[in-house]
Every structure is written in C-alpha cells, then in structure tokens.
C-alpha cells in the first residue's frame, strides 16, 4: 500500500501542474505595433524535402511586415537552389552562406547568430525548415510581445506524428513542459529556472537579443531556445511560452531512428545529467511505470486513470494524434531510455552526431 500511494502521489504531481498549466496557458492574439517588421530567420542544412512548403508557409504570412532569411549552413543536396530560385521572384526572401563553422560553435547556434546580423526586423523570429508558419503567426507573436512586455515569445508547434516511432517520441515534449515545469513557462514565471522555449518557433525583440548577447553568448551549446530564454531571463527581460498549436505545425522526424538521435543531442544539455537524471527517473517511472506493476491495487488503478486523463489533456490541447494516448507507458519508457543513454555516452567522452557532424560531450551545464 505504500508504494501504491507513492506511485499516486506521483502521478497526482503531474496530473496538478498539467491542470493548473494548461488552464493558465496564454494565446498569442494581439495586434502588432505600428512599424513592426518581423525576420523570419531559417537555418537549413540539408533541408531540400522541407524548404519549399517551409518557404510557402513563411511568404504567406499576414497582418505584419516580414523579411524571410535563409542561412544555407553547407547543405550537400538541392536546399540553395531552391532558396534561390524563389528568392528570384519575391524580394522579400533572401538566401545567405554561413561561413565555415568557427571552433567553439554548434551549427545550428552559428547559423542563427548570423542570421540576426543580417536581418532587419525590430523582431526577428527563428523557425525551422520543418516548420509551416499559420498565416497570422508572425503577427500575433510580435503582438503578443508588444502589448505583454515580452522579450521573448515561444510556443510548442502542432507536432505532426505519423509513424509509431514518432508516436513513441514527440509528445514527451509537451508532456514535460506542461507537465513538470512550474509555470509552464509564463513570464510571471521569471527564475531563469523556471524559462523554456522550443527551438523550433522562437520570436525575440531585436534589442532584448542584442543586449544579452545573442547566440553568441552560448556557441558552444545544442539546446538554443533554453540558452536563449535563460540568459533573457538572467538579464532582466521576460519570456513566455504560449500555445503553439495555432500558430505553427512541424513535422520533426520521419521516424524513430530520427527521433532518438535528434532527442539525444539536447538530452545531454537538459535531463541527463549525473545528479537531475536519478531524479527524473523516480519522478517519471514513479508515476507513469510503476502503477502497472502495482495493479490490481486500487491506489495503483486511481494512479493509472490520473496518469491517462493528464496524458490525453496534454495531448488534446497540443492537438496531437489521439491514438498515440494508449502508447503512454511506452512513450516515457523511451524517453527515459534515450536520457540514460545520451548520460552514458556523455560520460564516456562519446560525441554528439547531427547531420555529418559531431560535438563534443559536455557535462549538461
């Protein structure tokens, strides 16, 4: 019976802050200010099967002023071309080169320092080139930072998720944020602690960005959108996570292969660490495992019932998938196999992979 009520209490946790967080969680809405010139800022490297819709999507956009940069970060297939083919026909868009990854920097950090220097915009708004922008997105982040007083807006897009891999994977992302942090992110949430963001859709105002030293203030790191709403944080500026589902769709990984490799490389700078890791390990497994191994206990049945109604809640509102719900138990299983596999590897001085090339381990700081 007592650990049937721990198992309860854990999942209760979750179950409270999911309630609390997505009742509370705010919706990008206002109208931007006059003279707002949104940079919609695109880093792709390899991204030829992306970057047209991505493109689409980001031209399309409505109710603001916006300049779309692209930063060819030396993709080998058909990425420029593409970039500067519709760059041709809409000025609006322009196509950029990195130059050659300096020591120190990660890719994707390197290419949106530059990316920033070279945009005009009052806000600049980074995505990636899996990301579909909703037609009134740049408009309503901007105005939402406008009329709150935000440094930074942010926001979890609609995950698309079509395989079993995927299902297995993605939704940890909303799972955790919604989930397991205080706040869910909301500026009135201000410990640097406490900040999130998801790289995949960030807007930042220019001179909050510049203040604090952009990119260039964490080169050496993988996980930008956290760096980024911290360091915001540190130096006195707000940041919010609102809800992204409106206002963006990605589709991350065509798999699960994809997805662990990919969840792995922010993993070293995020859970898996020596001391957090163990924690997170009693907290999910506690609450989300450890009821099936407790049944038919009626403690263990309520943890059960809680665990699914907070899953579904969190799902439903990111509007995902509903039939990766029952995949529940698995989902966190893997999430927790990837977090201890990327600590292991870290420890063991094994590199980080992404798209040909590899970082070294660090120690998750």
């Not at 956290?226 to 500026?237: C, E, K, P, S, Y």
């Not at 924690?279 to 989300?288: E, R």
Request: net charge positive; glycine share 12%; proline share 7%.
């Amino acid at each position: 019976m007592i650990l049937e009520a721990l198992a309860l209490a854990l999942a209760a946790l979750p179950a409270g802050m999911a309630a609390a967080n997505l009742s509370r969680q705010p919706r990008a809405t206002a109208a931007p200010a006059p003279g707002t010139l949104v940079s919609i800022l695109i880093p792709a490297r390899d991204e030829a099967e992306n970057i047209g819709a991505c493109l689409d999507a980001a031209l399309g956009s409505a109710g603001v002023a916006v300049e779309v940069l692209v930063m060819d970060d030396g993709s080998r297939d058909a990425t420029p071309a593409i970039v500067a083919a519709r760059a041709g026909a809409d000025s609006r868009l322009r196509l950029l080169e990195a130059p050659p990854l300096p020591p120190g920097w990660t890719g994707k950090v390197h290419a949106c320092a530059r990316l920033a220097e070279a945009a005009r915009g009052t806000h600049l708004l980074f995505i990636d080139a899996d990301v579909r922008l909703a037609p009134a997105a740049a408009a309503a982040m901007a105005g939402h930072a406008a009329a709150k007083g935000i440094a930074l807006v942010t926001g979890v897009p609609r995950q698309v998720i079509r395989t079993l891999g995927e299902g297995l994977t993605v939704p940890a992302i909303n799972l955790m944020m919604m989930g397991y942090l205080p706040g869910g992110g909301r500026a009135a949430t201000s410990h640097p602690g406490m900040a999130a963001a998801c790289g995949q859709l960030i807007l930042v105002e220019r001179g909050a960005y510049e203040a604090v030293g952009g990119h260039g203030a964490f080169r050496s790191k993988l996980h930008d959108g956290l760096h980024l709403a911290r360091n915001l944080r540190t130096a006195g500026h707000r940041t919010e996570v609102v809800d992204g589902a409106p206002l963006a769709e990605c589709r991350m990984y065509g798999g699960f292969r994809e997805a662990w490799g990919g969840f792995a490389k922010n993993a070293r700078e995020g859970m898996a660490t020596p001391v957090g890791l163990p924690v997170w390990t009693l907290l999910l497994a506690g609450g989300h495992l450890m009821p099936w191994l407790l049944l038919p206990g009626p403690l263990a049945a309520a943890a059960l019932i809680l665990t699914y109604i907070t899953r579904a809640a969190i799902t439903w509102r990111g509007r995902e998938p509903s039939w990766t719900i029952p995949l529940h138990p698995a989902t966190v299983l893997t999430a927790l196999a990837i977090q201890w596999t990327a600590l292991v590897r870290s420890a063991l001085g094994r590199p980080a992979g992404w798209k040909g090339r590899a970082y070294p381990a660090t120690d998750g700081a």
